[in-house]
């Protein structure tokens, strides 16, 4: 069975959402001081982000609790295979259509 720790959940939402905006700001600023490069500006960005998105996802991983049970519950979809893999097609043939 798992379970989360809302606080540590809320926490990774939070995590995310700072550093997202740090590398938002790092871009722009980056941008200013290196005008005509953009490499610099893209390349800081960049990094934080993916600081973003590794610290995101180990405080929700953090967040997880797993426990043992005498017997797992079976699983059951709650609709068909079928009717899930159509709805997936013409979503996705919907979107690049629009697109």
Same mark, same amino acid.
Request: aromatic fraction near 10%; include cysteine; proline fraction near 5%.
């Given at each position: ?5 809302p606080?540590l ?9 700072? *550093? ?5 700001a790092?871009?722009?600023?980056l ?5 005509g490069?953009d490499? !610099?500006a ?7 982000m993916?600081m ?8 929700g991983?953090?967040?997880?609790r797993?426990y043992a049970?005498?017997s797992? !519950?079976v699983a059951?979809p709650?609709? !068909?295979?079928v009717?899930l893999?159509?709805a997936?097609? =013409?979503? =996705?043939? *919907?979107?690049l259509g *629009?697109?």
């Amino acid at each position: 069975v798992m379970v989360y720790d809302p606080l540590l959940f809320g926490l990774s939402i939070v995590v995310a959402h700072v *550093l997202a905006t740090v590398a938002l700001a790092t871009r722009f600023f980056l941008a200013e001081r290196f005008r005509g490069r953009d490499l !610099p500006a893209k390349a800081g960005s960049a990094a934080i982000m993916g600081m973003a998105v590794g610290c995101m996802h180990y405080t929700g991983m953090a967040a997880a609790r797993f426990y043992a049970a005498e017997s797992a !519950p079976v699983a059951t979809p709650a609709i !068909p295979a079928v009717w899930l893999a159509t709805a997936i097609a =013409v979503v =996705v043939s *919907l979107s690049l259509g *629009l697109a």
